[in-house]
């Protein structure tokens, strides 16, 4: 909103600048007469002192030309009124009085207008400076952002590369837990066959311990028999 309002100040000041310059053209280029020297002269009815006196012209009152007849020229004032007046007494040039009038009021308005320019300059100044903080501190943001991105990208293939780690590893315990499986299922097996084994040994030995006993007790009572007799 700032920015809009300093826009159209400059823009107000600047036509202004130009409506004033044109108007100090279109007075210069106007035809104009005026008054000279320190007096004051008679604005009469006809061109020549036998006319009525219509009214008194002080010096630096501009006049326009109308008409011109020998000495006398026809000449119309600011306020409407027209007339004849002596040649002699006027002059194409503007006064000096009106011309430092008019520069003194030129100055005055030019003051003004670089009061403006100043106090535009520095609200635009300041404006400026807003500005610069502001795209500072959203340098900073960036950067901040930026970092915060880079951090997360990395974080982001860290993270991937645990995930694959973390497959590669599942797959490994996976054939770990078959390569368990078939040793248990071997263990099992081979346990089996030992206690198997151990059953026929053990029937065997009860066996055979059976009939070393029963030779025993025949051999035993053969003897017996012997001694009898």
């Not at 770990?176 to 040793?183: E, F, I, T």
Request: hydrophobic share 35%; with cysteine.
């Amino acid at each position: 909103m700032k920015t809009k309002s300093s826009r159209k100040t400059i823009f107000i000041i600047l036509l202004n600048i130009m409506m004033t310059v044109f108007f100090l053209f279109t007075d210069l280029c106007a035809e104009k007469l005026f008054v000279s020297d320190s007096l004051i002269i008679q604005l009469r009815e006809g061109p020549g002192k036998d006319y009525e006196t219509i009214k008194t012209l002080r010096t630096d009152t501009s006049l326009e030309l109308i008409e011109e007849k020998d000495e006398y020229i026809k000449v119309r004032t600011a306020d409407g009124s027209e007339g004849w007046v002596a040649k002699r007494y006027t002059s194409p040039n503007t006064p000096k009085p009106i011309v430092i009038e008019k520069l003194n009021n030129e100055l005055n308005r030019m003051k003004k207008k670089n009061k403006k320019f100043k106090e535009t300059n520095s609200e635009l100044s300041s404006e400026l400076k807003t500005i610069r903080k502001d795209f500072s501190i959203a340098e900073k943001e960036l950067k901040k952002i930026k970092d915060k991105h880079t951090s997360l990208l990395n974080q982001s293939q860290n993270v991937l590369s645990l995930i694959s780690r973390s497959e590669k590893l599942k797959k490994e315990n996976d054939n770990l837990d078959k390569k368990v499986k078939k040793l248990e299922d071997e263990n099992q097996k081979a346990t089996d066959e030992t206690n198997r084994w151990i059953r026929r040994c053990f029937f065997g030995w009860i066996f055979a311990g059976a009939g070393v006993f029963i030779a025993g007790l025949f051999i035993g009572l053969a003897l017996r028999k012997k001694s009898y007799y």
